[in-house]
């Protein structure tokens, strides 16, 4: 089980990519298309364009981690862009734990005292 943080950074890339894509090129995607540094230690989410697999990229230290979850049925909730031309979505850790426990983002929203920057 995993144990989404208060302190850890999460960005979603809205862009579908595909999901064949290794760690190689999950960094290129990072550093070109959202303009993030892995190894600042950030989790990097990707998304395929059914919305049925998750690949997160993080880095601890030592390596590079690719986590992968494949939903059974069904697809993910995942963010809009709020902007034209926005590439990715800055996420609390508890979105990121609804976005990955199949809960509808869409039409629920952060408390004020509850947001984070």
């Known amino acids: 089980m995993l144990n989404f943080t208060g302190g850890m950074k999460v ?4 862009d579908a990519c595909d999901m064949l894509a290794g760690a190689g090129t999950l960094q290129g995607l990072v550093a070109e298309r959202l303009k993030e540094n892995v190894r600042e230690g950030a989790f990097l989410v990707f998304t395929n364009k059914r919305r049925s697999v ?5 880095w601890d230290g030592t390596g590079t981690w690719v986590l992968t979850k494949r939903l059974a049925e069904g697809n993910f ?3 809009a862009a709020a902007q034209c031309g926005q590439m990715k979505l800055r996420l609390a850790p508890e979105g990121m734990a609804l976005l990955t426990g199949g809960v509808d983002l869409r039409g629920t929203r ?3 005292w509850c947001e984070r920057e």
């Open 11 to 14: 960005f979603v890339a809205l």
């Open 54 to 58: 998750l690949k997160v990229l993080n």
């Open 77 to 79: 909730s995942w963010p």
């Open 110 to 112: 952060m408390r004020p």
